[in-house]
């Protein structure tokens, strides 16, 4: 069965987050939207390129009210260690979002995206009442483009507030469409 539409599952436990421990769980992020994302593993190859563009883009999210967390089977000391590894040395250097540790995979088999012993890439918008309105899940070796994520996150956003639905490629600024015969109309016509 699919979550989207259903309450995210709980999860709880130690994070990396400015160079030190911290716990963390799904209660934190009430009335807050929640970018929720899993990676396969600290030290890898694809991973830092997503790690990085995620906090890159974090003052985007939190321009709309959105928080991002990411989530791997990793302990949260390997964590600390990727965050306290500069950028130019193939770390990803500190980070403005925390990092979960995962070990054993609970979190990632809740969420459905426990591959053996690692998490493929899934990404889960939560809406602040704690609904999962998206979820997206790469294969291991495809990299996600997290200007999509953004996007999807204020389409989730805009259908909330104002009745309408996102027709095909629509962008934020955009109208969206009436959820009605002649809404579709509006739109392909």
Same mark, same amino acid.
């Given at each position: 069965?699919?979550?989207?539409?259903?309450?995210?599952?709980?999860?709880?436990?130690?994070?990396?987050?400015?160079?030190?421990?911290?716990?963390?769980?799904?209660?934190?992020?009430?009335?807050?939207?929640?970018?929720?994302?899993?990676?396969?593993?600290?030290?890898?190859?694809?991973?830092?390129?997503?790690?990085?563009?995620?906090?890159?883009?974090?003052?985007?999210?939190?321009?709309? $009210?959105?928080?991002?967390? &990411?989530?791997? %089977?990793?302990? #949260?000391?390997?964590? @600390?260690?990727?965050?306290?590894?500069?950028?130019?040395?193939?770390?990803?250097?500190?980070?403005?979002?925390?990092?979960?540790?995962?070990?054993?995979?609970?979190?990632?088999?809740?969420?459905?995206?426990?591959?053996?012993?690692?998490?493929?890439?899934?990404?889960?918008?939560?809406?602040?009442?704690?609904?999962?309105?998206?979820?997206?899940? $790469?294969?291991?070796?495809? &990299?996600?483009? %997290?200007?999509? #994520?953004?996007?999807? @996150?204020?389409?989730?956003?805009?259908?909330?507030?104002?009745?309408?639905?996102?027709?095909?490629?629509?962008?934020?600024?955009?109208?969206?469409?009436?959820?009605?015969?002649?809404?579709?109309?509006?739109?392909?016509?």
């Amino acid at each position: 069965m699919s979550i989207i539409g259903n309450k995210a599952p709980h999860f709880e436990g130690a994070a990396a987050l400015e160079g030190e421990i911290t716990n963390i769980s799904l209660e934190d992020y009430k009335g807050k939207w929640l970018v929720l994302f899993f990676y396969p593993l600290d030290f890898t190859f694809v991973c830092p390129t997503e790690i990085v563009a995620f906090d890159d883009a974090a003052a985007d999210f939190k321009a709309v $009210n959105a928080e991002i967390v &990411g989530v791997s %089977v990793d302990s #949260v000391h390997t964590h @600390l260690a990727w965050t306290r590894t500069p950028r130019e040395e193939a770390g990803v250097g500190e980070l403005s979002y925390p990092l979960l540790s995962d070990l054993g995979g609970r979190v990632a088999s809740a969420y459905d995206v426990l591959n053996g012993d690692v998490a493929l890439r899934g990404v889960f918008i939560i809406d602040p009442e704690g609904t999962v309105q998206s979820a997206t899940i $790469n294969f291991l070796p495809i &990299g996600r483009n %997290v200007a999509e #994520v953004l996007r999807t @996150l204020k389409a989730a956003q805009y259908v909330a507030t104002s009745g309408n639905v996102c027709q095909a490629n629509w962008q934020d600024g955009d109208e969206g469409m009436a959820a009605t015969l002649d809404g579709v109309k509006s739109k392909i016509s």
